[in-house]
């Protein structure tokens, strides 16, 4: 019988046991995924341009979500004329403002504690094993700058050159300022004798285009509790095919919403739509609560069914915890 009192689980095994180890060192939830998340980002060039949801909970937190979506591109300039029925639209044009690193820096507030360039580390390794040197000195400038280096030249120059108005696209230098309303009071639901924090974007968007499984690439979740009772759950997604940003050894994805002629375009800034699988769950009249994602969903739902999912319970009596894994195969 297992005597842990913090557990921690990823869908990708590799990054799981980066994430581990931090959760280890730190004794750090919410160090733990960020760390996590940081490695894949690393590893893979199709995860820090794309959108990301943390979820945390416990003691002295509540629960809290961090909005990590991507925005719709064109701020500070005017609408463009817009794309005509028989043109083709470019992926320039598909390309959206991130929010994936400042996400993760707010989220740190509420661990003082904890170090960015530390929890970064394993990215910048996992990118030099890769031999990506430009997703490398990101990196590296990530953990000395946080999410300014996000608005750097350095950064900025190679996506402009490629996804400009000039280019056909819509991204602008006021894209790249830092974006508002992150931190957000996670919503509760209530449902069959089950309640559960959810991101307050979990439901999908009516008004978002229809799902591009490839343009949304695949969903990735990592799940946390640490010894205090805190929970923490991070969805990301890693995208294949995109828009490649050479420079910076980076895929970005292709999911802003083109301008077309005759059509009212997306408020600039707007959050695009993005799946949020990831809960802080609790059951009536029960003395134990779990952190949940479901990776390939959109959005958690109880399951009646085993179903992919990463499971932590911790039991609020023992403070012990107990973990499950279920993959569709």
Known sequence: ?????????????????????????TGSAIGGVIAGYFAAAGRHPGVLLSPLTLLIGGVGVGGRAFDGRLRQPGRGTRRPRGILPEQAVPDAARVPAVSSVAALAVALAYEPGLSLPALVRPGIAAAAHASARGRAALLTRIAGVGPAALAEASFV???????????????????????????????????????WFEAPWAEVDATAEPDDRAAQGAGHAIVAVDTHGRFAALAYRVVEQGLTIADLDLIAPLQAVPVLRGVPRVAPGTR??????????????SESVEVVAQPAARRYSPPRAPAESLVIRRDSRTRLVATRRYEIL
């Open 1 to 25: 019988m297992s005597r842990a009192r913090a557990a921690l689980l990823a869908s990708d095994r590799d990054v799981e046991e980066i994430a581990a180890a931090e959760l280890a060192s």
């Open 157 to 195: 120059q190679p996506l402009l050159r490629l996804a400009s108005p000039s280019q056909g696209g819509l991204l602008t230098p006021s894209d790249f300022e830092p974006p508002e309303g992150i931190d957000a009071v996670a919503r509760e639901i209530a449902e069959g004798g089950v309640s």
């Open 272 to 285: 695009l739509s993005s799946p949020a699988p990831v809960a802080i769950v609790w059951r009536d009249a």
